[in-house]
């Protein structure tokens, strides 16, 4: 029996983790966590060189493209968030097949102007497309028709400066993220129907008080834009969900709270985790700035006896980490990149490359690509030696050409999203 346990553990680790190079279904692609295994990706192009197609999307949104067989899909929302959308578009040449208002909102939250209301990336499946704006609406389509499947308009959450927590999909169910400045929850919805499966609220106690002995009401220091993951360890899935203050893991299929890390001088962590030799790799996110190397396991708070390294210095905000060959990698938000030791947090290399960072960067082929918000593209070799191998710009106006959205990979083509257009770049 133990090792048929053994063998299903594998099997389901397997599906679970299986890249596609021809999908890219969610915010990170096919494993969450940045990697393609696609090969014959450009290195180099500009606005004439390498473009196969770009096309036009409308409005102010900073969500990634995701890609599921002919079908290339983003979500859009007007600048004063009235309006939220998403555009669906053909793979092999950028004709829109799909323009879909799915949420009118009379009197939008209040959205920094560093963020968009279109923030969150979609999940993609065989048929359908699971869309959230955070508490304004989530939706499910069929991507054939584009006809909406179930909607849900009753999340209370006052997301402060807006939301920017991606769905992730697990087994039968479609996981979110609801941290704001008055509440803080986690919820699974059953993906087929929209209803609630479970509802977790956040476990830390977010009512600091202050020296005069009243509460704190900074909203900032309750507000989290991160996106959850799951890893499956030792045979059982782990769902590890960074907050404000706090980073937890959970029993993705109850919502039942296992540990949780706590740093109660961070808030708005912005990336989504990564997973690897036993540890969890954890940008604390604003205001202490620090990246943990928390290792799996344990019950209730954890911090003092499963906290394997800190790093202080250099860590990004909001683009997510590498992790490749026990190195991790990563930009922070002034365009300083850096390569560390994943098993000891020490500096294998930090150089600057320039520019400001919002993007996630992806690694195919042993190459690193970083998504300036200036419009660069760097492209660095994951070794360690620091290499540049190429740069490249699709034009070099910041508030049309930069880059907030993480970029996407399908077959040998690269899907950037600028400001204002979507791109397919090939050799």
């Known amino acids: 029996m133990k090792i048929l346990s053994l063998l299903l553990a594998t099997v389901l680790l397997s599906l679970h983790s299986a890249p596609a190079a021809d999908q890219w279904p969610q915010f990170r692609g096919p494993t969450g ?19 196969k197609w770009s096309v036009p999307i409308a409005g102010k949104a900073w969500s990634s493209p995701v890609i599921w067989d002919d079908q290339v899909w983003v979500s859009t929302a007007t600048p004063d968030g009235q309006g939220l959308s998403v555009v669906c578009v053909s793979k092999a040449d950028g004709k829109v097949i ?76 479609l996981l979110l993220h609801f941290d704001g400045s008055d509440l803080q929850y986690v919820v699974a919805l059953d993906k087929e129907t929209g209803k609630t499966v479970w509802k977790t609220d956040r476990s830390i106690d977010h009512k600091d008080l202050l020296p005069n002995g009243k509460i704190q009401a900074d909203g900032d220091m309750r507000k989290a834009f991160a ?31 296992l540990w949780r890390v706590e740093e109660r001088g961070q808030h708005s962590a912005s990336t989504r985790p990564v997973y690897g030799n036993g540890m969890f790799y954890l940008p604390t996110g604003f205001s202490k700035g620090q990246l943990l190397a928390v290792r799996a396991g344990g019950s209730g708070v954890v911090t003092d006896t499963h906290v394997a390294w800190r790093l202080n210095r250099g860590v990004p905000n909001k683009p997510s980490l590498i992790l490749h060959n026990d190195l991790l990698f990563m930009i922070d938000d002034g365009g300083v990149a850096a390569c560390v030791d994943a098993k000891t947090g020490a500096d294998v290399w930090r150089e600057r490359v320039g520019g400001n960072y919002s993007a996630a960067p992806i690694l195919a082929e042993g190459h690193l690509y970083f998504l300036s918000e200036e419009g660069k593209v760097t492209v660095i070799e994951a070794g360690r030696q620091f290499k540049v191998l190429a740069e490249n710009y699709l034009g070099k106006d910041k508030d049309t050409d930069g880059f907030m959205a993480s970029p996407a990979v399908a077959g040998k083509s690269l899907y950037l999203r600028t400001r204002t257009k979507l791109y397919r770049i090939e050799n």
């Open 227 to 257: 996106t959850p993951h799951v890893a499956l360890i030792d045979g059982q899935p782990i769902m590890i969900s960074q907050g404000a203050k706090a980073h937890y893991a959970y029993d993705p299929r109850t919502g039942k709270e």
């Open 33 to 51: 966590d940045g990697h393609s295994t696609a090969t014959g990706l450009p290195l180099k192009w500009s606005a004439t060189e390498n473009v």
């Open 98 to 173: 799909h323009d879909l208002k799915l949420f009118s909102v009379a009197n939008p939250q209040f959205c920094h102007k560093f963020n968009s209301y279109a923030s969150p990336t979609p999940a993609l499946e065989a048929g359908r497309i699971y869309v959230t704006f955070g508490s304004p609406g989530t939706a499910c389509l069929d991507t054939k028709t584009g006809k909406t499947l179930w909607e849900r308009r009753d999340f209370e959450c006052n997301h402060f400066r807006g939301a920017g927590s991606s769905p992730v999909i697990f087994e039968n169910l």
